[in-house]
């Protein structure tokens, strides 16, 4: 749909410009009366420009979206896309002016005179497109990411000029990492003033995840660190693999130096009438939930067909 439409543009584009010079470089109008007080073929011939710019200009651009949209990469697709709308914007701007007046290198500057007046009016909109500007080049996050921007936390599925809209995650409706149905828009200029979280940014998908379970002093310690372990590792076995080997290339990108483990671990903490054992495991974060769901039924399983073994700060097994 979209290739005919631009064709259709281009062609209409290219029909009013022949129109237009016609008009303009004949006597084909001569006898027609002044229109709004410039001469018929003058106001004709101008009006055919307009025409032919806009359609020309118009075409263009979706021929190369067209073209665009077909790369594998959204991400990019959608970046290039809101570049190629912002510059035919632009040159299409500009062209009409030349159309309309000739003297338009003059009348760009009154605008420009003009614009600067008007400057502290629009201080929001100018800093949400220069922050635009900002996340088009260095890409603290782009469609399809997991972020957190201020206190709004969901799925980038745009980033226009001047708003970043998020498919919301948690907010007032829902919580565990679960969309709520919502879309939020946050204003760009707000990524200049507020800390981002990339959930799965820095070059790897994959973020660190834990599921904490608290038992008694009596308990097997080394058993229960050794049942979360086995049962972590067959849950995520090659994925977690995978997960590793791409987030220590992403860290081998940076000056940071971290221990990265092969297989899941588990920290101990302890409290006033506890032991609180969190095992730490690599998973993508939008299957961060249902691993920890499935993850906690099964730890407490394993725990429960031992209770010799394993034993809960409470009077009976949770």
């Known amino acids: 749909m979209r290739r005919p439409f631009a064709f259709g543009s281009l062609a209409v584009g290219i029909v009013a410009a022949v129109a237009g010079g016609i008009v303009v470089t004949t006597d084909a109008l001569g006898g027609w009366p002044d229109l709004l007080g410039y001469p018929a073929a003058l106001a004709i011939g ?7 710019v806009i359609g020309v200009s118009y075409g263009s651009y979706l021929l190369s979206v067209g073209v665009l949209m077909r790369s594998a990469n959204k991400r990019r697709a959608h970046n290039t896309r809101n570049v190629l709308r912002l510059a035919f914007g632009f040159v299409g701007t500009v062209a009409t002016l030349a159309v309309l007046t000739e003297n338009w290198l003059g009348l760009l500057f009154s605008l420009g005179v003009i614009g600067f007046a008007i400057t502290f009016a629009l201080q929001q909109p100018l800093l949400s497109l220069i922050a635009w500007v900002y996340i088009t080049v260095k890409q603290p996050y782009g469609v399809g990411d997991r972020v957190r921007i201020d206190d709004a936390k969901g799925d980038v599925i745009g980033v226009d000029f001047l708003v970043t809209t998020l498919w919301e995650i948690n907010g007032e ?9 919502r879309v939020v828009t946050v204003p760009n200029s707000v990524v200049l003033s ?11 998908p994959y973020v660190w995840n834990e599921v904490g379970i608290q038992v008694a002093y009596e308990t097997d310690l080394d058993f229960a660190r050794t049942v979360m372990t086995e ?3 067959d849950l995520l076995g090659e994925e977690m693999a995978a997960g590793i080997a791409a987030y220590r290339e992403a860290l081998a990108e940076t000056p940071v130096e971290l221990e990265v483990h092969d297989r899941p671990t588990v920290n101990v903490t302890q409290g ?8 730490r495991y690599l998973t ?8 920890k769901n499935e993850l906690y039924e099964r730890i407490l399983e394993r725990f429960n067909e031992e209770p010799n073994r394993v034993a809960f700060p409470v009077s009976r097994n949770r």
Request: proline share 4%; aromatic share 6%; glycine share 14%.
């Open 46 to 52: 101008r009006a055919l420009f307009v025409v032919a």
């Open 173 to 181: 409706l829902v919580t565990t990492n679960q969309p709520s149905g």
């Open 194 to 204: 507020s800390n981002v979280v990339n959930f799965g940014g820095g070059g790897s």
């Open 231 to 233: 049962e972590t590792t």
């Open 272 to 279: 006033e009438s506890w032991v609180e054992l969190r095992v």
């Open 284 to 291: 993508h974060p939008r299957r961060g939930q249902r691993v």
